[in-house]
């Protein structure tokens, strides 16, 4: 369908000189953190906000912004990968493990199921297999870099799943739902992965 | 705070593509709330991962594309009408 | 009236100028293959390909007026950027680069469109505004004012073209300084406010048509003083550069 591109003189992708063997194939490093949305930042009042988890058969476990709070916290570092092609090293977050709020959902009764959609103020949603979020790999955070997670980053609390493409690790995140089947959320539904793991560049629908 | 976001003179490229005549003049009705407006002044934020165009007054996604590397995928539903004024017919 | 499209295809247009407009833009004289001509505030799309298949790709407005023999680009150097620095410091003279349009059908001006014409642009949103105003200098049946935002006056691009326009009285330009300005500077030293358009802008009943383009805050902010002194929805037309315009 196309012919040879034309190749622009002296044009370069930014491939990492250091670091090379953190960043996945056509990722390259940016040091700053570059800000994507796909609507308006929402303002929930914390006072107004929950975090919910509910499972297939119908039920739902809830925390308030202190209960999750409350909860035992994490600070991981990590590598994020964005699909757009940056890639930032040594992240610093603060936050609650999933793997605490799924034993706290089962224990209220929420049925474990093999797929996950995280939803968030104004809409969005994301799609993962359960096992992406189990066994140390994700968070819900609300802080970044020592300080609360700031609006245009995702806060109040936002997901981390720093382990697959970042439009994954859902910004302004109320919940998740364990569905029996994948359902594809606001960016898969337009051909982006299911799974989006970027050290196989599964970026497309499609992608092996 | 949403100073990211652009409009839809930005996706006049990506629409071109697929419609035959530039959409972003024409007026757009939104689903959700009725609201009509030129596609060119709805908000686009979309950025680098795709076009989400919204509309201005209930910020409701009215359309959403994404280029593939080999597939064009568009999501209008948040259109309920779309009017572009073509050339009078003789 | 939206005529169907030439079928959009990416061309390799030549460089065959370049000229430095301030510190941090150049404007870029492309001969463009097949160029079908452009509607004053339209734009292109440019596309970078390196030999290991990286690809980025940004939209420029066309600078030049519609008749003009080559397509004009005015590109702001953005720090850190895709794009802007390689078409700002590597492409020289005889170079090839990837294009496609022209692009856009609501941020334009024809010159059969009633008047006036009131242009607001804050940075490189005065790119297109000069497609527009070179135009009207071509074809004034209408009277034109622009107001222009800069940091200072080093950053202010087509200066002279703009002071020669003013002194010939083709038509009003009025600038404002946000950051720095000379001491004997005579236009304004603030951001764009509401009395900065009440003294600029026609009161609404003239049935101005306005044309407002530049970083997303600035655009924002003047489309909705704008509607604020009374101008209908319809009579401005915007085009928002992101957060750095």
Known sequence: ?208 | MDEMRLDGNAAAGPLAELFARDITAAVATCAKCGRATPVGSLFDYGQTMGVVLRCNGCEAAMLRLVRTPGSLRLDPSGLSLLIVSVEQEA | MTPPLARLEWKVATVVDIRDETRRARTLVLEVPEWPGHLAGQHVDVRLVAEDGYQAQRSYSIASAPGSRHVELTVERIENAEVSPYLCDVLQRGDGVEVRGPIGGYFVWRSEDPGPLLLVGGGSGVVPLMSMLRHHAANARIPARLLYSARTLDDVIYRNELDALAATGGAEISIALTRESPGDWRGFRRRIDRAMLEEIAWPASEGARAYVCGPTPLVESVATLLVELGYDASQVRTERFGPTG
């Open chain 1, 1 to 208: 369908m196309s012919d040879r591109p034309f190749i622009a003189r002296g044009f370069h992708s930014r491939r990492p000189a250091e670091n090379a063997n953190r960043i996945p194939p056509g990722q390259y490093e940016t040091r700053d953190f570059p800000v994507l949305s796909a609507g308006p930042t929402p303002r929930t009042p914390l006072a107004r906000w929950d975090f919910t988890i509910t499972g297939s058969n119908g039920r739902t476990v809830r925390w308030s912004w202190e209960e999750l709070r409350a909860l035992p916290h994490e600070q991981p570092t990590v590598d994020i990968h964005c699909v757009t092609k940056w890639s930032k090293l040594d992240t610093k977050w603060e936050g609650v493990s999933v793997d605490t709020l799924l034993a706290l959902a089962s224990d209220g009764g929420v049925n474990e199921t093999g797929f996950v959609v995280a939803f968030s103020d104004g809409g969005y949603t994301t799609n993962v297999p359960l096992s992406d979020v189990k066994g140390g790999k994700a968070w819900i955070v609300f802080g970044y870099d020592g300080a609360p997670l700031p609006a245009e980053h995702g806060g109040p609390a936002r997901l981390l799943i720093p382990h697959l493409y970042f439009w994954k690790s859902a910004k302004w995140v109320r919940g998740l739902r364990l569905t029996e089947r994948n359902e594809p959320g606001f960016w898969e539904q337009l051909g982006y992965h299911d799974r989006g793991d970027p050290w196989r560049e599964q970026r497309y629908q499609g992608d092996p």
